[in-house]
């Protein structure tokens, strides 16, 4: 009878039931344990098969060389750095106030469906793959831009002469191109992060305000912007660890020039982009030295992305920071 | 009192014109969504026909062929990165929400964050290192894992979520019933969210089939059709990638219609995601 | 003083009460009534509010006490189910009237809440002249004045003058509370409105607080919402007792509290229910 009992139920066998939970908590956990171990794997490798061009030029001497030259077999990382440092910052500054306008507009004003929109919209332009954006960018946005560059230019060659270096090549492919494509792209991250900061906060801060005969512009100033610029700044720091590491949207508009000093208008490069465009014939020292370049991608990345995400922790605690 | 609630006036006047430049300021946010995507739809639809969904590639003189094989190729790395990709993260946000207290945890949380915001292009660069240079060629196999490497943070946070939307007393009573941990959670809690996690799962194909970056280290692309990952492998997004610079307007046009494809998928995946929020009760 | 004294015994017609004891309302509702959706928050009240006096609404919670309170400086104008119907006059205008600016109201008629609500990224100082700033005052001078001025109002100023410039949420809770007294007395206002000002308080900072009401109704009309009648009976001159939405019995404190006239206001002050 026990016997059959036991077949015919057999979840309440001690041992098939201790058997099955280690096995499956252990399954679960040697799995997890294999994401932990593949990202210090990432870092691992980066490092170590970039660790050639460190040694060959030293830390300083890699990180300041402006010198790219396969056939010299001599290789810097500071055009590189400044390309990925001015895009991804200029891109920043142009995505920052457009990107806290929708969040606000879409929490404070916006009736609830018309908040639901936008929040749709924001979404869709997070999760359209990045090499449509550089279609685009190419296809519609560097024509465009380059009737306005060219106008600009003419205008800058008999007014202002003194632009013209800064302004550089009028072609449309470029910094500018590269930025405002970027800019785009990092809006979703930004402005998606304040709005659900600045949903958080209280009625009371609100009411705190208008008690005190603010306006409805001086209450969103004075209580409810800084209240949220904990999520304010996770979304502008999300914003730029996208921007730094965004490859085929940059790849196809920036131009990938090397060749400082960099200008508005002109081509410039980034760290992914010359990791793209380099990457076919590399071998040695040039393939160790684009690795080394995505290492120091991935520090850079991953110190701001802990850093959003330490951020937004504090931030759902208590509001503040 | 009168004189220092004189400025009310022209409060007001900054109260709206600041209205003004919040509006502005959204649509600057909205007119590139709509420019694009009316781009891709206008251009992609007049260029898809049936050639693209049924001949490989051709040379522009032959006339420029179809994408057969770069779809074939992304639905397989996608399929078997989904494999790689759906099993790590379901196994992250399982650990994460129904074993809470792990030591494991911090770690996991911290790691999934690292991964979610590191570039792809990396993820692709290191497979390179570890598979392509040591089996000494680009394969589907190699895109396939870098993919999934795209996948596990996305498929992971979704999991997680999902599940601690799951009521604790529906694990209770598994548990009140004699039923072990682990039937507990594979046939209680995850089928209680199933539809979240298999919209987490549909974000993360959507999301890893829109990336050129990592296949470009690794898948490598390739003209032709096949069905075999060891080969190199075409993808759709590798495509545009290579087809935008392409002189011929017949390949511009063949980028455009790829990007429809890949457009619908990913609306397709969020609009389903949020179709399951709001079921959700 | 003396015609206040006075006005606490003898029971007087609500009608004549000002007049009698040469009190002017400040303000006044007259059929004041708020809606949320179809459901009454309050129906149909109509009562005066003294001018330096200290005016107490009581009742069992969910009568309609706050709700009424935020009636009186348009603060239901920030929810968007609630509509009020009838009047209230502040120094015989009626702030419904369409063209009356709230923001213009609501800085005559200040605030107090429940919970402390300091601005959490401004220092003491910044907190107490916020309202001044909004209003264009800019000058160092006239600000520090205010902010002294106010913060010895509100019985703050001897703890916080040494560190006007720690952030206003390094106070207590108590404090945080008499900080924001101060920040609604900066822009000098008519009328302070209190909402249970003191229940997130402990009993020393709610004595604080209530030592500070008697001397503050020099400078300004109190309102306050209170459930504990205690406190409505050691701070007010006049009561409201409000029940399900409707104001049942006002007059002076005393009176109300010794001698009701309505039994239901009895039954509850003598503490058979609420
Ligand atoms: N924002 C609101 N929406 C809907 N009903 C409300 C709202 N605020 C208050 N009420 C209702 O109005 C009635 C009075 O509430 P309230 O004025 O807060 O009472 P009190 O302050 O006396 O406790 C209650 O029945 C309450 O449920
Ligand atoms: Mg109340």
Same mark, same amino acid.
């Given at each position: ?321 | ?123 692709? &660069?290191? %497979? !390179?290192?570890?598979?392509?240079? =040591? ?6 196999? #190699?895109? +396939?894992? *870098? $993919? ?89 997004? &590798?495509? %545009? !990638?290579?087809?935008?610079?392409? =002189? ?6 063949? #980028?455009? +219609?790829? *990007? $429809? ?21 | ?274």
């Amino acid at each position: 009878m026990a016997t059959v009992r036991t077949q015919s139920r057999p979840s309440t066998s001690p041992l098939y039931r201790a058997f099955g939970d280690r096995l499956f908590a252990g399954l679960v956990l040697l799995l997890c344990l294999l994401i932990i171990g593949i990202v210090l794997l990432i870092g691992w490798q980066l490092g170590w098969n970039g660790a050639r061009a460190f040694e060959v030029f030293g830390i300083v001497g890699f990180l300041s060389s402006t010198a790219w030259n396969p056939v010299t077999d001599v290789y810097g990382a500071w055009p590189f750095i400044l390309g990925t440092l001015i895009t991804s910052l200029l891109a920043l500054a142009l995505a920052f106030f457009p990107a806290l306008a929708v969040a606000i507009f879409a929490t404070e004003y916006a009736p609830r469906w018309l908040g639901n929109v936008l929040s749709y919209a924001l979404e869709l332009l997070a999760s359209l793959p990045s090499v449509i954006y550089g279609l685009w960018g190419l296809s519609v946005l560097v024509p465009a831009l380059r009737g306005v560059q060219q106008s600009l230019f003419l205008w800058a060659s008999d007014h202002a002469q003194w632009l013209l270096p800064v302004l550089g090549n009028p072609i449309g492919i470029g910094l500018s191109a590269a930025v405002m494509v970027l800019a785009v792209m990092v809006i979703p991250y930004t402005a998606s992060l304040a709005k659900d900061s600045i949903a958080l906060v209280p009625a009371v801060q609100r009411e705190a305000a208008y008690g005190l005969g603010a306006t409805k512009w001086e209450v969103i100033r004075m209580a409810v912007v800084p209240y949220a610029r904990g999520g304010i700044l996770a979304g502008v720091i999300l914003g730029l660890t996208r921007a730094l590491g965004e490859t085929m949207a940059v790849v196809l508009v920036i131009g990938n020039n090397k060749n400082l000093p960099f200008t508005l208008f002109g081509p410039a490069t980034t760290i992914p982009s010359a990791i793209v465009n380099e990457f076919g014939e590399a071998q040695g020292l040039q393939l160790s030295s684009l690795l080394a370049l995505g290492f120091i991608l991935f520090l850079i990345s991953g110190v701001l992305n802990l850093l959003a995400a330490w951020i937004v922790k504090r931030m759902s605690v208590d509001g503040r920071l | 009192m009168t004189q220092i609630s004189g400025n009310l006036r022209r409060r007001q006047l900054w109260d709206k014109v600041m209205l003004g430049l919040l509006v502005l300021g959204s649509l600057v946010v909205v007119a590139p969504l709509v420019l694009v995507l009316s781009k891709v739809f206008l251009t992609g639809f007049s260029a898809l026909n049936l050639a693209f969904f049924t001949q490989d590639f051709q040379p522009v003189e032959a006339g420029g062929g179809g994408l057969r094989h770069a779809i074939v190729g992304t639905i397989l790395m996608n399929l078997l990165a989904l494999l790689i990709g759906g099993t790590l993260g379901l196994a992250g946000g399982i650990l994460l929400s129904e074993y809470p207290d792990h030591p494991v945890n911090p770690t996991l949380r911290v790691i999934s964050d690292l991964l979610n915001g590191l570039p792809a292009l990396l993820k692709g &660069l290191v %497979i !390179y290192t570890l598979v392509v240079i =040591p089996t000494g060629s680009f394969s589907g196999y #190699a895109g +396939a894992l *870098a $993919l999934g490497l795209v996948m596990v943070p996305i498929v992971l946070r979704a999991t997680e979520g999902v599940l601690k939307l799951v009521p604790w007393n529906v694990r209770e009573a598994g548990l009140g019933l004699g039923l072990p941990r682990w039937r507990v959670i594979l046939s209680l809690v995850l089928p209680a969210a199933s539809s979240g996690v298999i919209t987490g799962l549909m974000l993360g194909f959507a999301r890893a089939a829109g990336e050129a970056a990592p296949l470009y280290f690794t898948a490598g692309g390739s003209q032709y059709l096949n069905f075999n990952l060891s080969q190199q492998t075409e993808s759709l997004a &590798l495509t %545009i !990638y290579k087809y935008a610079n392409e =002189p011929s307007p017949l390949r511009v046009e063949q #980028a455009w +219609a790829a *990007a $429809l494809v890949l457009t619908l998928l990913v609306l397709i995946a969020s609009l389903l995601a949020r179709w399951v929020a709001r079921v959700r009760p | 003083m003396e015609e206040k004294q006075s006005l606490i015994s003898p029971p007087v017609p609500l009608a004549q009460l000002g007049e009698d004891q040469n009190l002017k309302p400040r303000m006044e509702t007259r059929g004041l009534s708020v809606y949320y959706g179809k459901k009454m928050g309050v129906g149909s009240v109509t009562m005066p509010i003294y001018t330096n006096q200290v005016t107490a609404l009581i009742g069992p919670s969910g009568c309609g006490k706050t709700t009424f309170l935020r009636a009186l400086n348009r603060m239901h104008d920030l929810t968007p189910i609630a509509r009020v119907e009838g009047e209230a006059i502040l120094d015989g205008q009626n702030i419904y009237t369409p063209g009356v600016d709230p923001v213009e109201i609501r800085r005559k008629i200040g605030m107090v809440f429940q919970k402390p609500n300091p601005f959490p990224t401004l220092s003491i100082y910044d907190n107490v002249v916020a309202g001044l700033k909004l209003l264009g005052v800019g000058k160092k001078s006239v600000l520090d004045e205010a902010a002294e001025r106010s913060l010895r109002q509100s019985a703050l100023w001897d703890e916080v003058k040494d560190r006007l410039r720690a952030p206003g949420m390094s106070l207590s809770g108590g404090q945080q509370q008499r900080l924001c007294i101060a920040r609604a007395l900066a822009v000098q206002p008519e009328v302070l409105l209190m909402d249970e000002p003191t229940s997130a308080l402990d009993p020393i900072s709610t004595q604080a607080i209530e030592d500070l009401m008697t001397t503050l109704k020099k400078h300004v009309t109190i309102v306050i919402v209170t459930h504990n009648m205690q406190q409505a009976a050691r701070v007010s001159d006049f009561t409201g007792y409000f029940l399900t939405g409707e104001l049942v019995e006002f007059g002076p404190t005393n009176t109300l509290f010794t001698a009701p006239k309505d039994p239901r206001t009895e039954a509850y002050i003598t503490g058979r229910f609420g």
